[in-house]
């Protein structure tokens, strides 16, 4: 029997440079953990269920309630005596990645409003930022200043199944993502840029961008894609709500978008594309997105997009 991950992600800006929501409800089903067969959320890809898809309510949530069900959701940088704090509650001696500089995961930049998970970025100079300046993998290192964002961290990890989220990025310069991490690799679904003011960059506000990556420190070019996708969707991804579906199992990875398929690729050419696109040995296996993964929800700046 199939599992499936359903998700439904909408978001809408509420003032100009000052903020941005994002806006999410999600539900979800994936294999490996106990799950409870409903078929009352079905894929949009699949509305017959030709799949035999069953709902996994351990990692699903419609946000459908009066509070964050944090037996389930990771808040980062929620506040403690009036200061942020960056630990996980399952793993309290892990450093907590703050967000990417400029801007910092802030606990408080989040509300839920009419069945929504709705995130906000704020330009908040008076924020007690913190004083680390980290040097990132890709891009200069920056202090953390002036912007802050939100991030949700999901704690029930799974494996395999089908993954669906119904969006409307931030009308903004900073990136709206639903995205995941694994041990030793990051699988980002999508990083959508719903705005840009550079006559040379206006078609990032129309563009999928998705891709897998190897963390593994043994490997040159850590934590480059060793697979990614760019698409023109032929909409701008802050216009409307869109809904956005990931199938990943052993074999590979199909992206629906609105229903349709939009992409497929398998584990063989994932890992021909890693050889043939980065420096790894010539029997480096490239599908690296075979482990169980925890979903993440964020919103961040990407400096050299603007």
Known sequence: MKYTYVAQYKLSRLVQFCFICLTLGLTACSQGIDVAKSHDVLPFSDPANTGGWVLNREVSDEFDGETIDEARWYIVGKFEDGKPVYRHPDKPNKKVWRGRAPSQFSGRNYRLENGKLILETRWE???PFSDEIRVPVFGEAMPHANITTACFISRKAFKYGYMEIKSKAAD???TSAFWSMGQGFEFDFFELFGDHRDVQKLDLDRELWWSSRDWNPAVNETGKPVYTEHHD???RVADDFHIYGVEWDENGVKYYVDGKLLSTVTSSQV???ARE?????ADYQGYVANKPLNLWLDQ???PWHT
């Open 125 to 127: 100079p008076d924020f």
């Open 277 to 281: 696109n980065r420096q790894v040995p």
């Open 233 to 235: 969707l032929g909409f």
């Open 172 to 174: 903004a310069e900073v």
């Open 271 to 273: 890992t021909k594309w």
């Open 300 to 302: 961040e700046t990407f």
